[in-house]
């Protein structure tokens, strides 16, 4: 069975790599206000297997213990990233990325 | 062997998932796309031997930040009309998606992780278990804790006054 292969670390983290990949792709290239933001939190999580993935390698739970953390602060970012699409969509009646420019220099 | 399998099916479904999240034009399928991929995410965690991460990501992702966003989005009730002029072109999110991958995939093909041992290491009794994270929790990491209660409520403030009509 050499098709089943132990999985290692390295499966794991090529695993959040991808994932990371996916988000970043999603906030560069989409203009809707909210998949950017989703694809913001797809990056918090493949960051957060990553501290997952080094916790169970080195048989230590601080990483855990910082990606809850995380999990928290991510709550926190959505809850006032989300007021701000409310607050932004009140201005422009839109949640397109391309009309909030004027921030820009 | 079972967990080889289980990883290659888990991770199947959290990319495949996470890429609907990144490609449906309606935001609504864009969510629900992301509740699976944190379903996903959630048995990976188990996988890794982290039960009360798995279960929290269920909790607090999954049943809390996404049903907030769904909340939000049917809110804000956008117009097929307007969710077809947000429509990215597929050329660029590809290019996107491929330079993401190169430079994320950089320590991979620099080979840097090639140092890292093949063998796990044997876990102690209730590894990544409630009581044994909030031990370490609160015995070596309290004032990031407490740290966090205040952040929450800040952040909780402030969304309150962001989306307050008149100040």
Redesign the interface.
Known sequence: ?EY????????????S??????????V?????L??S???L??ML?AV??TL??F?????D??G??L???V??????????G??????L??LKE???LDLFRSLKG | ?I???L?YSL?TV??GS??L??T?TN?LA??IA?VV??GA?AG??G????G??AV??VL??AG??MV??VF??M??D?RAK??E??K?KWT??LL??L???G???T??WMGA?SG???A?????EG??GLA??GE??FA??LF??EM?SM??L???V???V??K?KL
């Open positions: 069975m089943l292969a132990p999985v290692t670390t390295t499966h794991y983290l090529a695993l790599a991808l994932l990371f990949a996916v988000g970043t792709a999603g560069l290239s989409r203009r809707n909210f998949v933001l989703m694809s939190e797809l999580n957060n297997l997952a993935v916790s169970r390698a080195n048989g739970e601080t855990q213990v990606a809850l953390f999990v928290a602060v991510a709550a926190a970012e959505a809850c006032v989300l007021a701000i699409v409310i607050a969509y009140r839109s949640v397109d | 062997m967990e080889t399998i990883f991770g959290l990319l996470g890429l999240v990144i449906r935001p864009s969510a992301m991929a944190f995410l990976v965690y996988l890794l031997s982290a009360l991460l929290l990501q607090v992702y809390g930040i907030l966003m939000v989005i809110l804000l956008l307007d969710l002029s947000m990215g660029t999110a996107c998606l330079g993401c991958l430079v994320a995939g320590p991979f992780l890292l041992p093949s796990k290491p044997a876990l102690k590894f990544g044994s994270l370490t929790i070596s990491h990031p804790f966090l952040l929450l800040a952040a909780v402030g969304a309150l962001l989306s009509k």
